[in-house]
């Protein structure tokens, strides 16, 4: 029986092939594993016109679905229908798991929500035995991630992938899933309000199978917190240690101390990631971050005098932002001398709190069209329009971002930045 996963292309996106698809490459293991045969059709920086030929038959079809991206994927389920009637399609991710009862997914047989590895296994099951189960299917959480097999990465080509780590091709890893924070503009419903996180030696004999069979030293990692354990942290620097990795990773600010900093770059980690999300406390407090400006900015120097590369995620336009809070966060860039800031545009994704009390956070929603719901794209690297908030309309807000990144043209970024950001935001590199 041979399953297609779908992987969606997504044209707003900046660089639509800027890393592999991890999740497909998981559900692709989990299901080899249990006897199918898989196809990967990564029709990712496909325009409209040309995805069409590259849809082949299956006897299960499964498309990837983010919010961004669901229109197009109901359009890919609609030719399978048309072209191979007999054949069921499936869906999952992040965004039917916000919407799963939504009409706009009624093409689908089977929703799946949360993880897939084991659903889809469930799934695939039913119809290889012409067994009836529900249509939204759901299963707990994994808590074993050990248990996971890796991703199977020779399901796709990974030369197409461009997504750098210091100057150098690297690929993407996941080490825990889950979070417990609450900020008010994510969803956690697809890995859960726990941490989940794999064992130090699996993520380990991870890095040492892909340096083995991809001669490939530099990775991404994508956890929310990066190995949150000073236990942990200790035993992963010990065991990577001969291996000569560089890697970039994400942390919250609460979490540093100059000892962490020093045990990440000793391990390896050349740059940190940050999600700060603005220069103003209130609006911190009105994401319910968790956080103070005060702890972010300390956090930024205590990477810089370990030799870390900081990163600074931005996000502009969330409920309660005027063009006074916008100017904190410039003010903030500037005197924490960050060495790289990138901004995006609020949008409230389905299963966040504002996209569900929109009321409640004083929002209009004007746009109910998902394709609008995009953070960043194009050559002038604005978001969609989505919202009006008390303060600021869609249009003006659009204004501020546009002098935003006039401002981050002008900046000099220290560091290694992603080629999208030099060819196509035009921001300046320290030292041209």
Not at 19 to 39: F, I, T, W
Not at 103 to 130: M, T
Not at 395 to 414: G, N, V
Request: some cysteine; aromatic content about 10%; hydrophobic content about 35%.
């Amino acid at each position: 029986m041979l399953i297609d996963l779908i992987r969606v292309p997504d044209p707003n996106c900046i660089d639509d092939l800027l890393d592999e698809p991890l999740g497909l490459l998981y559900l692709g293991a989990s299901l080899k594993n249990n006897g199918y045969e898989v196809r990967i059709t990564n029709l990712a920086g496909c325009s409209f016109e040309n995805w069409k030929p590259k849809i082949k038959e299956a006897d299960l079809y499964s498309i990837q679905l983010y919010t961004p991206t669901v229109n197009i994927g109901i359009e890919i389920a609609k030719f399978i229908k048309a072209n191979f009637p007999q054949k069921p399609v499936i869906c999952g991710g992040a965004h039917p798991t916000a919407l799963p009862d939504s009409e706009d997914l009624s093409i689908f047989d089977n929703v799946v929500i949360g993880e897939g590895e084991k659903s889809i296994v469930i799934v695939a099951d039913s119809y290889r035995n012409n067994n009836r189960i529900s249509r939204i299917v759901k299963s707990n959480f994994i808590e074993d991630l050990d248990s996971i097999p890796f991703p199977d990465r020779n399901l796709v080509d990974m030369d197409m992938f461009h997504r750098k780590v210091d100057g150098k091709r690297c690929f993407g890893i996941i080490g825990s899933r889950g979070c417990y924070y609450k900020c008010a503009f994510c969803d956690r419903s697809l890995f859960g309000e726990k941490l989940r996180a794999r064992s130090v030696d699996s993520v380990v004999e991870e890095i040492k199978h892909i340096i083995s069979r991809y001669n490939i030293g530099h990775f991404e990692f994508f956890d929310d917190i990066f190995l949150a354990g000073k236990k942990q942290l200790n035993d992963f620097g010990n065991k990577v240690k001969d291996l000569g990795i560089i890697y970039r990773c994400n942390s919250r600010a609460d979490t540093l101390s100059p000892e962490r900093c020093r045990m990440l770059y000793d391990s390896g980690c050349r740059t940190l990631c940050f999600g700060m999300e603005s220069g103003s406390q209130r609006i911190l407090d009105a994401m319910k971050k968790n956080i103070t400006v005060k702890k972010n900015f300390e956090a930024i120097k205590m990477g810089q005098e370990a030799k870390l590369i900081t990163i600074g995620y931005f996000m502009l336009g969330f409920p309660g932002e005027t063009k006074q809070t916008i100017q904190e966060t410039i003010e903030f860039i500037k005197e924490s001398d960050i060495d790289q800031a990138q901004f995006y545009t609020f949008i409230p994704l389905p299963g966040c709190e504002v996209y569900k009390y929109p009321e409640k956070f004083g929002v209009q929603i004007i746009s109910h069209d998902f394709s609008d719901y995009y953070l960043i794209a194009g050559d002038d690297g604005k978001g969609g329009k989505t919202i009006n908030t008390q303060y600021l309309t869609a249009d003006e807000l659009q204004e501020e971002l546009i002098k935003i990144r006039q401002f981050l043209k002008e900046r000099e970024s220290k560091g290694y930045l992603q080629d999208y950001y030099v060819q196509k935001l035009r921001y300046k590199k320290a030292g041209d």
